[in-house]
C-alpha cells in the first residue's frame, strides 16, 4: 500500500470546518482513499473513502485532487467530540469476498477548542 | 452500519499466565479479520490476519506460538496471549470487512499484564 503523510497535529475551533490534509504522491490506479479516526482508547471508526470523486456523507467530505496525488477530509462543524487521530490510508479494495489489509501511518491528531 | 464487538474490553492478568481476545461481528459474516496491537501514543500496528477456516497469516515480527489466532467460524475470530509477559501489555483492536470492502473495528481490549 502507498504511503501517506499527514501533519502531526492541527488546531480547531469548535463550530470552524476542519480541513486535514493528506498525501500520497505514489498512489497507484487501484488504490481507494480511505479515512479513519481514533478517540481517545476507542477502536478506529470508520469516516468515508473515495477514489478519485469527491465524497460526501453525514460525517465528512473527502475532497481528492485531479492527479490524486493528495486529499482533504473535511469535517464541515467541528465539534469537542471530534476531537481524535485521524488516519488517511491508501489501500487497493480487494478482489470480492477478500479483504486487503489497512496499514495505519501516525495520523494527525485533532485537537478542537472552544 | 457493521458492528464489531471485543471481549474482554479490558483484563488483568498475572504474568505466565494466557489470555483469550474474542472478536464478533454481530451482523454480518466476516471471511477475514485482522488483529492490530496499538502501544501507548503509538500508532496500530497489524499483527495479524485471521481467515476462517484456515491459517491465519502473520506479520513479520509477530510470534504465532505466542499469539494464536482462531478464526472458526464467520463471526468469531479470538486471539489468544500465551504465557504472557508484561512487554505484551497493550492495547489489542480487530477489524472484520463489511459487505462494501470497507473494515470496521472493535473497541479494542486492554490487556495489563502484572
Known amino acids: 500500500d502507498a504511503k501517506t503523510t499527514q501533519p502531526p497535529s492541527m488546531d480547531c475551533a469548535e463550530g470552524r470546518a476542519a480541513n486535514l490534509p493528506c498525501n500520497h504522491s505514489t498512489i497507484s490506479g487501484n488504490e481507494y482513499v480511505y479515512w479513519y479516526r481514533q478517540i481517545h482508547s476507542q477502536g478506529p471508526q470508520y469516516i468515508i473513502h473515495?477514489?478519485?470523486n469527491n465524497e460526501t456523507n453525514e460525517m465528512a467530505s473527502l475532497i481528492i485532487t485531479e492527479d490524486r496525488k493528495s486529499s482533504t477530509l473535511i469535517l464541515p462543524h467541528a465539534t469537542l467530540r471530534d476531537t481524535a487521530v485521524y488516519y488517511c490510508i491508501v489501500r487497493a479494495r480487494g478482489l470480492a469476498g477478500t479483504a486487503s489489509k489497512l496499514t495505519f501511518g501516525t495520523g494527525t491528531r485533532l485537537q478542537v477548542t472552544l | 452500519g457493521a458492528v464489531v464487538s471485543q471481549h474482554p474490553s479490558w483484563v488483568i492478568c498475572k504474568s505466565g499466565t494466557s489470555v483469550k481476545i474474542e472478536c464478533r461481528s454481530l451482523d454480518f459474516q466476516a471471511t477475514t479479520m485482522f488483529w492490530y496491537r496499538q502501544f501507548p501514543k503509538q500508532s496500530l500496528m497489524l499483527m495479524a490476519t485471521s481467515n476462517e477456516g484456515s491459517k491465519a497469516t502473520y506479520e513479520q515480527g509477530v510470534e504465532k506460538d505466542k499469539f494464536l489466532i482462531n478464526h472458526a467460524s464467520l463471526t468469531l475470530s479470538t486471539l489468544t496471549v500465551t504465557s504472557a509477559h508484561p512487554e505484551d501489555s497493550s492495547f489489542y483492536i480487530c477489524s472484520a470487512r463489511g459487505v462494501a470492502g470497507e473494515l470496521f473495528f472493535g473497541e479494542g481490549s486492554r490487556l495489563t499484564v502484572l
Open positions: 473515495g477514489l478519485k
